[in-house]
């Protein structure tokens, strides 16, 4: 296969990709190798520069996104679009699950003051977070933690891209004011 043949075959697979994809499986898919796939990439994202899309490395694996320059368009053209958003409690979850991994429902319950019964089942239900283990404790309560599905959902690379606990600080006493922030830091 041609490099231009290559790099053809690799963008349609990646515009076409429901998810990101690891050079492992885009090298398995294409029968390059992983080191070819790479430098085909490289040159990918070089052709895509000065273009409405982008090649973004995201939660262990490449996609394609629209340029950042066309935010406000796309933005247009989805109004009117019917989309089922998370409720505030469910995003008020999944980032406690996110920063606290694993966690238990009781604990999150308790970080909250409120059950989260249901905004579980709605994160599990969407893929972001998912039952991870049991805790070593009476009950063997079930642990929680975030999925590749919640990386790609936000833009991560990992974990580590999650914005401080510190920057949520002015937000105590306001929108928050049943989340006890401080526990949350440790």
């Keep these: 296969m041609s490099p231009k043949e290559a790099k053809k075959i690799l963008e349609a697979i990646l515009f076409m990709a429901a998810e990101p994809l690891s050079l492992e499986r885009l090298a398995e898919i294409t029968g390059l190798s992983v080191e070819e796939v ?37 933005i247009e053209m989805s109004r009117g ?59 063997r309560p079930i642990l929680f933690g975030t999925t590749k599905a919640f990386l790609v959902y ?10 401080p606990i510190s920057e949520f600080q002015s937000l105590e006493g306001s929108e928050t004011e049943n989340i006890n922030l401080s526990s949350l830091e440790e």
Excluded: W
């Design 154 to 163: 936000f833009g991560l690379k990992d974990l580590t891209q999650l914005p």
């Design 38 to 74: 790479s430098g085909f990439l490289v040159d990918l994202e070089k052709d895509f520069h000065d273009r409405g899309v982008r090649l973004q490395k995201v939660a262990g694996g490449y996609r394609m996104v629209a340029c950042p320059e066309a935010e406000k368009y796309l």
């Design 81 to 139: 679009q019917k989309r089922n958003p998370l409720s505030p409690a469910a995003l008020e979850v999944l980032a406690i699950v996110a920063y606290m991994q694993p966690i238990t429902r009781v604990e999150i319950d308790e970080i909250r003051g409120v059950s989260s019964e249901s905004s579980i089942s709605t994160l599990l239900d969407r893929g972001l977070i998912m039952e991870i283990g049991r805790k070593d404790a009476p009950g």
